[in-house]
């Protein structure tokens, strides 16, 4: 488990984030893990005098999160990051590169995402 990590809803998130602004913290990180069932976890990483804070985000594939780089623009780096290879959908991120900060045309979509596997069994196999 995460020390000083606290679950908040993606519909508060630019708030906890503004507020973590206004006292103080500066924005470390985020990191995205796949849950492995259509989920991620987010968790944005703040220090303040050597002592962290992080939240932690749960979103679904399909949902959309905004953007804290018109917060702390730094964060352009690590949202691209998570948009491009985990397939994250950040609307309104101050920079946002459309996919194409660390892959090329040629490369696979949202790399670091879980993946599904199909096998389908032929008639007559067990």
Partial sequence: MIEN??????????IEVQDSKINGYRFVTATCVDLGNGTFDII???DKDLELKNYRVNVKK???IPSISNIY???ILVENEMKELFGINI???AIDYGGHMLLSDEELNSPMAKQQ???EQRKGDK
């Fill in 5 to 14: 990590a606290f679950d908040i809803s993606k519909e508060l998130l630019q």
């Fill in 44 to 46: 944005y990483h703040f």
């Fill in 62 to 64: 399909e949902d959309e």
């Fill in 73 to 75: 623009f730094s964060a």
């Fill in 91 to 93: 609307k309104n991120i």
């Fill in 117 to 119: 596997i199909v096998i």
